[in-house]
């Protein structure tokens, strides 16, 4: 039974010659040990990793909700105040002005200078608050927008938070990628790649231009000129590069990414700061001036 195999493992794997002495069984035993935590720690990472693709796919349908709302509620705030769009670029920025602060009478530089902005930037503001062209609002449209104010800004701290969740779970993952293209940029490739084990299977010219697929299609049905670069450009590696470089510093960008993704996927070996190194020297070599 059982029980008996268990109470006699000693005697009857040397019985039977598995092992020669009851220390070498204790090295199997530790050997089994381990692979058995090692495949569910490969098993638990998969099931993280299987996340990633779904959580970048919801914080990209979140920004285009952002995007959509603030637009409408520019939109909408922009007949009160219209001048203030040309004035804040940023949308959250915008949203914290319309919830915390309402009307355009209700503009003050102090009451700015509280969101972060700088002293004669809040005063050309107020100016043009004083100044405005914007019809009347009535308290109940402003009550409706600085509703969707508030909303907006919620959902601006989720994203926050989702983003977050997404930077910690492609660390774990996937920590050789991460340490190479940045965790979010990592989570978006690995995405786009179809998960991390695809994705390290690609050569690194696919890895270049991932995400850029349309542009590519649209290059060979015109016979123009193919992508540079695809999701990489978000890379400070390319997207710092003068235009003429950009291609040359996205193709080096590509191959230490497509080495770290395997590293990642098959071996588990440590290449991430080595492969950083690589390129804050490459980066070093390519500054105007360097030797």
């Known amino acids: 039974s059982g029980e008996y195999v268990r109470d006699n493992l000693e005697a009857l794997a040397v019985e039977y010659g598995w092992v020669d002495d009851a220390a070498q069984l204790q090295g199997v035993v530790h050997e089994v040990s381990m692979e058995r935590a090692q495949r569910a720690v490969r098993r638990a990472q ?68 509280a969101l972060g902005f700088k002293p004669d ?17 009535s308290p109940d449209d ?7 104010a508030s909303r907006l800004l919620s959902l601006y701290e989720y994203r926050e938070e989702l983003e977050g969740h997404i ?23 690995i995405e786009r790649g179809g998960g991390l084990r695809k994705l390290a299977m690609k050569p690194s010219g696919a890895i270049q231009i991932l995400g850029a697929e349309k542009a590519l299609f649209r290059a ?8 540079k670069h695809g999701l990489i450009f978000q890379h400070p590696f390319v997207h710092s590069k003068k235009r003429k470089l950009r291609g040359r510093s996205a193709r080096v960008l590509a191959a230490k990414l497509a080495l770290a993704a395997r590293a990642d996927a098959f071996t588990g070996n440590n290449l991430g700061s080595e492969l950083k190194r690589q390129l804050d020297e490459y980066e070093e070599r390519d500054k105007p001036g360097a030797d």
Do not use: C
Not at 142 to 148: D, G, I, R, S, V
Not at 174 to 187: H, I, Q, T, W, Y
Not at 220 to 227: E, L, Q, V, W
């Open 46 to 113: 998969s099931a993280r990793g299987a996340a990633i693709p779904k959580m970048v796919q919801l914080l990209n349908e979140l920004d285009k909700t952002l995007n959509v709302l603030s637009s409408k509620l520019r939109e909408w705030y922009g007949l009160h105040f219209p001048e203030l769009d040309r004035q804040v670029d940023s949308h959250e920025t915008y949203a914290h002005i319309v919830g915390s602060i309402g009307g355009r009478s209700s503009l003050e530089a102090n009451a700015l200078a």
């Open 121 to 137: 930037k809040a005063i050309r503001i107020v100016n043009a608050a004083q100044g405005s062209m914007g019809a009347p609002m």
């Open 142 to 148: 402003l009550e409706q927008q600085q509703a969707l």
């Open 167 to 189: 930077s910690s779970t492609a660390k774990e993952v996937a920590p050789n990628l991460s340490e190479v293209a940045g965790p979010v940029l990592a989570a978006k490739l």
């Open 220 to 227: 060979k049905k015109t016979r123009a000129r193919p992508p």
